[in-house]
């Protein structure tokens, strides 16, 4: 080992000894003044889904701006279409469930009113070999179709209300009492 000369190891060790007090005092005090500034922000991070999450929803029908918009978890279907500039002066709200909570990835459908040949809004019969609208269609429309009675047709009515509407034809399989072969009897007559 080099031989140092004793005024430089004192000197050393007076610098050494004088880093670990200001190094114990900073410490003391919580850091330097303005730390807190130069500190990483704080990242957050946010589920998509949840009560206090957001939610991605489509908006289509009869409402004055449709499109997708992120919403607060939590958010009931009212808010939905209010958030879409409101629903129209055609717009049937009968057939809509505005209490509904709204769910991430669903489409909000509200459908218009149906108009007679004499201009009167009604929900008019579909026409002939027209598809049914799974979203507007009543109960009585539901129990005419094939392999519909009245329980089942009650069943799609409640299905319809606690989600939001049908987002496809194919949805219709999670209702109650619609298997595979009822279901592919009603794929022709029924639409979203």
């Known amino acids: ?18 880093i ?19 500190a990483a ?9 949840g009560a206090g999450g957001r939610v991605t929803v489509h908006i ?15 958010a009931r279907v009212d808010d939905a279409v209010r958030r879409a500039g ?12 505005l209490a509904a909570e709204v769910e991430d990835g669903r489409q909000i459908l509200v459908p218009a009113r149906v108009r007679t040949p004499t201009g009167a809004a ?12 799974l979203n507007t269609a009543t109960l009585e429309q539901l ?9 089942t047709a009650q069943s799609i009515l409640e299905y319809r209300e606690e989600h939001g509407g ?6 219709l399989g999670n209702v109650p009492g619609i298997g595979d072969v009822r279901l592919a009897s009603l794929r022709e007559q029924v639409r979203v």
């Open 122 to 133: 009604s929900a008019a019969e579909p026409a002939p070999g027209v598809p049914l609208n």
């Open 60 to 74: 289509a029908g009869a409402v004055r701006r449709p499109g997708v918009y992120r919403m607060a978890g939590g």
């Open 143 to 151: 129990d005419e179709l094939d392999g519909i009675g009245p329980t």
């Open 166 to 171: 049908f987002g496809s034809v194919e949805e």
């Open 1 to 18: 080992m080099p031989d140092i000369p004793p005024r430089q190891l004192v000197a050393c060790g007076l610098a050494l000894l004088a």
């Open 41 to 49: 922000p704080e990242i957050r991070v946010e589920s998509d889904v």
């Open 86 to 97: 409101g629903a129209t002066r055609r717009a049937d709200l009968s057939q809509v469930n």
């Open 20 to 38: 670990v007090v200001l190094g114990a005092w900073s410490l003391s005090r919580g850091g330097e003044p303005g730390a807190e500034a130069a």
